[in-house]
């Protein structure tokens, strides 16, 4: 038993949920299974701080998985979301929000022509996967082991997040012919793209720039990015074979869009995507996402092209307006103060473990970070899988316990926001400190 805050109404409310939902939950990692712990049931946010409903407050590191970089409740955002309710919630026709937001995302993301917006990540993934088939005439994926792209059928192979979080290395429900579409290699092994793509002709090579589901693992000689294998550049490797053989390059920047820079990883690494999907940050907290790219692939989508697509709420005035608001407050300073945040977690993470004697390698960028139970480099998901997961699950409680929520898995990275500040940075590494302590002994 933990000797933590109190959980009766949580507990009470888990009980109730049980019952009603799958694993008491609507996406499974929330559930805490893999650090042994019920979920938190949350009553409010408060910038950087999560209360749950028995009352106890959390410095929260997971903010909703990504989308809230401004922290909870921003009033930019609120009052932006707020003016867009009372005009309406929904229209099914174009509005001028829209306009602005497929133009901030042309002017960020180097890639991005022509947008299309959709409701969540997995729709984008989903119709960046059909429109690169139709554009090459090409059914097959080249994947990466460890990367999640949403819970596409195609995708699920050997993906990380969730899957990997409960060790599930495929979902029974994928008919076969998706799952045989689907080439799976190794992260940052080139041997395994260049025997994949002279075995199968592939319409894409898919790829999270900057991986973060199976914890936050670099592509080899990023220059963006902390805790990777030194090297020539694996994301132009990723260009140049793609270009060589045919296929479309489709970055994943789900997670990296917005968060690492303006453009993302492409922009940082300097590698161009033919695609781009794009999530999270851009609806600021509301479901919103978008696959961007070339204009003559872009022109192949309906009602353009012949490329069908569509969604109901797709362009949602109250998602539009969150993921503007967001947008604005993300000037070079703001960048300045994720990159100076996640820099002092990594640092003090790291000299925490040295000091306990807790072997770890930590990875960071702007906005994001991951501390891996694991004794040396972690370049794959292969290495992820060798992290000692008992002691990240007791390291995950015994920060819960001591008011610091991270992602409940190894294989997440932590979402540093805009509002965390050094005093929370300071409340962390404290935490931290006697955390690691712990699992050590
Ligand atoms: C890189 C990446 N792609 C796609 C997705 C799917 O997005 P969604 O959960 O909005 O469907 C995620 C979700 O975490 C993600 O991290």
Known sequence: MSAGPSRARSDELHRRAAGLMPGGVNSPVRAMRSIGRDPLYIAAG????LIDVDGTRYVDYVCSW??????????????????????????????????EIAAA??????SAEMVRMVNSGTEASMSAVRLARAATGRDKLLKFAGAYHGHV?????????????????ASPGVPAAQAAATIVVPWNDRGAVERALDEHEVAAILAEPYPANMGLVPPAGATG??????????LAFLREQADANGALLVFDEVISGFRVGPGGAQELEGVTPDLTILGKVIGGGLPAAAYAGRRDLMERVAPAGDVYQAGTLSGNPLATAAGLAT?????GAAYGRLDATATALADGLRAAAAEAGVPVHVTHTTGL???????????????????????????ARAMLDRGVYLPPSQFEA???????????????????????RQVAS
């Open 327 to 331: 947008l604005e407050l993300l000037d």
């Open 66 to 99: 990504g989308p809230l970089i401004a922290g909870h409740a921003h009033p930019r955002v609120v009052d932006a979301v707020t003016a867009a309710a009372s005009r309406g919630t929904s229209y099914g026709a174009p509005t001028e929000r829209e306009v």
């Open 225 to 234: 990015i902390e805790g990777g294998a030194a090297g020539p550049s694996f």
């Open 46 to 49: 408060e910038g950087a701080e």
């Open 153 to 169: 059928d195609g995708l699920l192979a050997d993906a990380g997040s969730g899957l990997a979080t409960a060790g599930i290395p």
């Open 414 to 436: 932590w979402f540093p926001s805009l509002v965390h500040t050094d005093a929370h940075g300071e409340r962390t590494l404290a935490a931290a400190r006697e955390a690691l």
């Open 105 to 110: 995302i042309a002017e960020r993301v180097p």
């Open 369 to 395: 970070l991951t501390l891996f139970f694991h004794d040396g480099p972690v370049d794959d998901y292969a290495a992820a899988r060798q992290c000692d997961l008992d002691r990240f699950a007791a390291f």
